[in-house]
């Protein structure tokens, strides 16, 4: 990361692996917003950044023209396996995919159909009592030294023990989760042995709870995916695979950024943690803000067809950065747009997206961050940062506080 070319002219050279982009990018959305709402680069092969809430929303929506088979900019795209010499994938379906994620229509309806049961507000709400546990145990084992870090010692570690009980797999292997997220979504957007290693040991893993979950059924994921059909087929181990390594990234990375980022903003707001400890029906509110403004995640999407957005042509394979962080920091949407309010009403944020592919696991990252930030305050009111100076951000397509050291009372 460090020996990048940097950005001149973010409207025609913007680099969002550049440091000033990862560690504080609204001021520059901002600016690109007033002077070039649709910006270029030709790194990466050409990717395009929309800035303002309405191009985001037009190209979430537009299946036609944008694909998503592609999800992620990366500084060496993956080689996508021709199908010489194998079935052919069905229309709409990604070789390295990870559905619904990478699947476009008619591809995408029912393999996100066939997910929608495990995520239903009632499904979800069964697993309160288990992540309050979670996180009670978590607060325990550094309760009383007065300081953790709040993103590896907390944050880190709830959603990878909620979606580990999800499919069946041991907590214990929390560190190897962290360690593929680490490969693929951090060391893997600049160089590709650290995405292609990830990669192998993920399907390897899969493959090995596949089979033993064919040998020896439970009631978990794993196992629903195994007796599911679609279209009345049963599903391919490939399509099961890809589809868990969606639902154990997109579990852990997205909402443990998020519990992080609204640490790291109450940790920094002493007014804020007040109401919250003194007025806890804020709460819902609260959460909804913190998502609005510190939403972790920008998907991407290719140009399939050339078309034009916001006044702006789209060349044909090129890439989109849909940063929903962006659009919800437009003002011509959220008034004072720059600014947390723990009781904005009115709060039609896309913090999970826009489109067919809004987020499934909603309810489930509601809940880890709602349960995780009730727990927390419940045990530790007053904390600050230790050293402002000493937070790291993530870059790549989810962003949040990778070190975040606090201290309490």
């Known amino acids: 990361m460090t020996d990048r070319r940097p950005v001149s002219d973010w409207a025609k050279d913007f680099d969002h692996l550049d440091p000033r982009w990862v560690t504080e990018p609204y001021q520059i959305w901002d600016e690109l917003r007033r002077q070039c709402p649709v910006a270029h680069t030709e790194r990466y092969n050409g990717v395009y950044f929309p800035s303002r809430y309405a191009d985001i929303r037009a190209i979430a929506y537009d299946t036609e023209h944008f694909s998503s088979r592609r999800v992620v900019v990366r500084e060496m795209p993956p080689r996508v396996p021709t199908d010489s010499g194998k079935p052919k994938s069905p229309p709409g379906a990604s070789t ?15 393999a996100r159909m066939l997910l929608l ?4 507000p009632d499904a979800i709400g069964r697993l309160e009592a288990k992540t309050r546990a979670i ?15 709040a993103a590896t010692d907390y944050a880190q570690h709830v959603p990878v023990a909620v ?28 160089e590709n042995a650290s995405f292609a290693q990830a990669l192998a040991e993920m399907d390897d893993y899969f493959r090995m709870q596949i089979a033993n979950r064919r040998s020896v059924p439970r009631e978990d994921l794993i196992t629903f995916l ?28 997205t909402t443990w950024s998020a519990i992080g980022s609204c640490l790291w903003h109450l940790a920094q707001h002493r007014d804020d943690r007040r109401r919250l400890v003194s007025e806890p029906a804020l709460m819902p509110l609260a959460v909804e803000e913190f998502l609005r403004a510190y939403a972790p995640v920008t998907m991407a999407r290719q140009v399939a067809k050339e078309t034009t957005v916001g006044g702006c042509p789209f060349k044909e394979r090129e890439m989109v950065l849909l940063s929903f962080p962006a659009a919800n920091r437009d003002p011509e949407v959220f008034p004072q747009a720059d600014r947390v309010l723990i009781d904005r009403a009115e709060n039609r944020h896309a913090a999970f997206g826009l489109g067919i ?10 809940m880890e961050i709602t349960v995780a930030l009730e727990e927390w305050l419940a045990r530790i009111p007053d904390f600050e940062l230790a050293d402002p100076a000493s937070v790291t951000w993530s870059h790549g397509p989810v962003r949040g506080p990778r070190k975040l050291p606090v201290v309490f009372r």
């Not at 049961?117 to 239903?120: E, G, Q, S």
């Not at 996180?135 to 870090?149: E, K, P, T, V, Y």
């Not at 679609?230 to 997109?250: C, K, N, W, Y």
């Open 96 to 110: 390295l995919a990870s559905p619904p994620i990478t699947s476009d229509p008619p591809y995408h309806r029912p």
């Open 357 to 366: 592919h809004r987020c499934i696991g909603s309810n489930l990252a509601r």
């Open 117 to 120: 049961p495990a995520f239903t």
């Open 226 to 253: 195994l007796g599911a059909r679609m279209e009345d087929q049963p599903l391919s181990d490939e399509h099961i695979i890809g589809t868990l390594r969606l639902l154990l990234i997109a579990g852990i990375d």
């Open 163 to 190: 979606i580990a009980h999800m499919l069946g797999l041991p907590e214990g292997d929390g560190e190897k989760f962290r360690r593929w997220i680490h490969l693929l979504l951090h060391e893997g957007i600049a």
């Open 135 to 149: 996180c009670g145990d978590l607060i325990d084992r550094f309760a009383s030294n007065g300081h953790c870090d």
